[in-house]
């Protein structure tokens, strides 16, 4: 697994000057005692987009179903990193029963099991094959719970670019509150990917990119099958 620092960890920064020419080179500057000191004690909390996570593994590792066990994906990150998982969010679209009831019958199976696991989940809905809503819930969840101060690092399973504003807005939160924040962008990733055609070197702009390899996403297959049986 492997971590890329694109600006993900923000503090309160200076706008003199000196530091708006540093800027315009593309290099970051923090002066004297302008940024907070980072964390030793590391609290996370996790934020992952259920269908970007599939449909990145479906291309690059071949995967045919959501068979990650977003819980253990979201520990093994963690110990990596050396943060403290404080908890685990995951958020995906939902299709109507009537429309498709086998994909329907998977996510309701799956999400409850995530449930009796404590892990905290949003089902939006699915229309036409495209979900409604959830990036804005991610976005919307991750300043909300940065301004009441519940996490140190947002650790966010997804490439959605729209979820680049979020990171713009955690900048500002940790300059009003004076605090040290990370973001993460993690995504499974490989040199080699099933589809050849598809490409995703970059994680969400302004934040750390983490590329979740073969290996670790294999280590962290959830082995229930949460498929229903198809009918002869």
């Known amino acids: 697994m492997a971590i890329y620092n694109n600006r993900g960890g923000f503090g309160r920064q200076d706008f003199s000057p000196a530091r ?20 030793k004690d590391k609290r996370a909390i996790s934020f992952i987009d259920g269908q970007n996570i599939f449909h990145t593994a479906k291309k690059v590792f071949g995967c045919t179903h ?31 029963p009537a429309r498709d009831p086998f994909w329907s ?11 009796r696991q404590g892990v905290w989940t949003y089902s939006g809905k699915i229309r036409f094959g495209k979900e409604k ?19 140190d690092v947002a650790l966010v399973f997804s490439q959605d670019q729209d979820l680049a504003e979020a990171a713009k807005e955690i900048r500002e939160i940790a300059r009003a509150q004076n605090r040290w924040i990370k973001i993460a962008s993690a995504f499974p990733w490989d040199p080699s990917p ?32 949460y498929r229903p049986k198809r009918k002869p």
Do not use: H
């Open 20 to 39: 708006l020419a540093a800027r315009r080179l593309g290099r970051v500057i923090f002066l004297g005692d302008r940024m907070p000191s980072e964390p």
């Open 66 to 96: 959501p068979d990650y066990d977003p819980s253990a994906l979201t520990n093994a990150i963690c110990q990596l990193q050396g943060w403290r998982l404080v908890a685990t969010r995951f958020y995906t679209g939902v299709p109507d």
């Open 105 to 115: 019958a998977f996510w309701s199976n799956k999400l409850a099991e995530m449930g």
């Open 133 to 151: 809503g959830v990036d804005i819930r991610i976005a919307l969840d991750v300043v909300k719970l940065a301004r009441r101060q519940q996490y």
């Open 194 to 225: 099933v589809d050849p055609a598809f490409n995703n070197e970059k994680g969400i702009f302004s934040t750390d990119w983490i590329r979740i390899d073969r290996a670790t996403y294999d280590s962290c297959r959830d082995p229930r099958d």
